[in-house]
């Protein structure tokens, strides 16, 4: 019997009483535009089509049967049969379904998703990326930064600091860029070793002064810190220094330059320092975002937090640095005031500093670099001050103070103060 002797079937499975349960598909047999309504039965590895009488149409192996892409709607199984080329079966039982590819596993149903879930799929998709980007990524650079070993942070701060050398210095400026007059470096060395012997990291830490105007300082990876010339020559003595210098080491213990490189240009810029994969523009790029680098209030606080415990340990009053983020309100607010007389250690002005001073203009752009002042990388408040200041009154209540020292002599500030060479010719970089 052919399928187009029961041309007259209904499509709908209710219009007649079938015997043996309710029709579960649709056949076409490819020679008609008649669709039938049929009865689907499976086994003996094959699929048995029968009409609304009862009576077999045919009879399909599954060997012979594939899955066609098209379906006439979300979850019904459209089905060929390579013996039959345009013949088409659909199956619209779930139970018959289910049965049909667990005999034909070639014939897993894959369900085809209107397009408007592939735009919500989308959306989704990149607020999740957003979410990793802007929440996950942060706290994961954080965790990491403190898993990496040592020592690659020094081969990272190694790195860039030879690449921020020959960038600030142009070619045909043969000035050191580094101040080492002898007697300031000694001093400068005197106050790193007596704030590392406290500090916690066991970092080799390298500390120097550049020879800029302006009033700023910053930390690399591994314990290399530089504070500029125009930092020392507007502080108020050499404990406003010391201060300055723990708090940068306080971001070297904390990682929070690591962390910082890790968020921007990610964890696989490491691996690339240490087997030495890296090109000089990527490590140019690492030194400016440092340069650039905003910590947040939390990485701020830590770092205080941080220096004020240093300077204690090391007998040094944190008066100096409360001094300095003073200072900062006041140059934040454009009304520093540029006389500031110390008379313990700053009542006279060698004539090399004077000299300096007189030659000194406004040049925040050097080698291609913009230098944002120090508050604006470093952010003052009269928060973070308070709570100095706090320490330094518990420590006054306490008569811990009198067990505080000067961070180095007045013969030592008077030399670190004149570090950088005399004149015009000691501007690195003009």
């Not at 379906?71 to 139970?95: C, F, P, Q, W």
């Not at 005197?190 to 800029?212: I, K, N, Q």
């Not at 309100?329 to 001073?357: F, V, W, Y």
């Amino acid at each position: 019997m052919t399928p187009s002797d029961h041309s007259t079937t209904p499509d709908d499975p209710t219009a007649v009483d079938w015997p043996d349960g309710p029709a579960n598909g649709h056949y076409s047999d490819g020679q008609t535009a008649a669709r039938h309504a049929v009865r689907i039965e499976l086994n003996g590895g094959a699929l048995h089509l029968f009409d609304a009488q009862g009576q077999l149409l045919t009879s399909w192996e599954l060997a012979d049967l594939s899955l066609v892409d098209e379906m006439t709607h979300v979850g019904d199984m459209r089905l060929s049969n390579k013996t039959a080329v345009d013949a088409r079966l659909t199956i619209t039982e779930g139970r018959l379904r289910r049965e049909l590819v667990a005999q034909a596993p070639h014939l897993k149903l894959t369900k085809k998703e209107p397009p408007w879930r592939w735009v919500a799929y989308g959306l989704f998709g990149l607020v999740g990326l957003g979410f990793v980007i802007w929440y996950a990524i942060p706290g994961m650079a954080v965790a990491i930064s403190h898993t990496l070993p040592k020592s690659w942070e020094v081969a990272l701060g190694d790195q860039v600091y030879d690449q921020l050398t020959k960038t600030f210095v142009r070619e045909d400026d043969a000035i050191a860029l580094v101040c080492r007059r002898p007697d300031g470096v000694a001093a400068l060395q005197g106050l790193t070793d007596r704030l590392a012997a406290h500090a916690e990291g066991d970092y080799p830490w390298r500390v120097e002064v550049w020879d800029f105007p302006v009033v700023n300082a910053f930390a690399l990876p591994g314990g290399r810190i530089v504070l500029f010339r125009g930092l020392i020559d507007d502080a108020s003595g050499p404990d406003a220094v010391a201060g300055v210098l723990a708090h940068e080491m306080g971001h070297v213990t904390e990682r929070h330059g690591t962390a910082g490189l890790i968020k921007v240009l990610g964890l696989g810029f490491f691996f690339g320092v240490v087997l030495g994969d890296i090109g000089s523009g990527a490590v140019i790029a690492a030194g400016e975002t440092l340069l650039q680098l905003s910590y947040g209030r939390d990485a701020e606080r830590d770092a205080d937090d941080r220096a004020v415990d240093l300077l204690t340990a090391s007998g040094i009053s944190s008066q100096g640095l409360a001094d300095f983020f003073q200072q900062l309100e006041r140059l934040e607010a454009g009304s520093i005031d540029q006389d500031k007389p110390d008379p313990e250690t700053k009542d006279t002005e060698s004539p090399d500093r004077k000299s300096n001073q007189d030659h000194d203009h406004d040049h925040d752009d050097w080698g291609g670099f913009k230098l944002p002042p120090y508050l604006s990388t470093h952010p003052a408040s009269a928060e973070r001050r308070a709570t100095i200041q706090a320490a330094v009154d518990r420590h006054a209540a306490a008569k811990r103070s009198d067990l505080f020292t000067p961070s180095m002599s007045k013969t030592a500030w008077e030399s670190l103060l004149d570090i950088c060479p005399p004149g015009e010719k000691g501007r690195a970089g003009r």
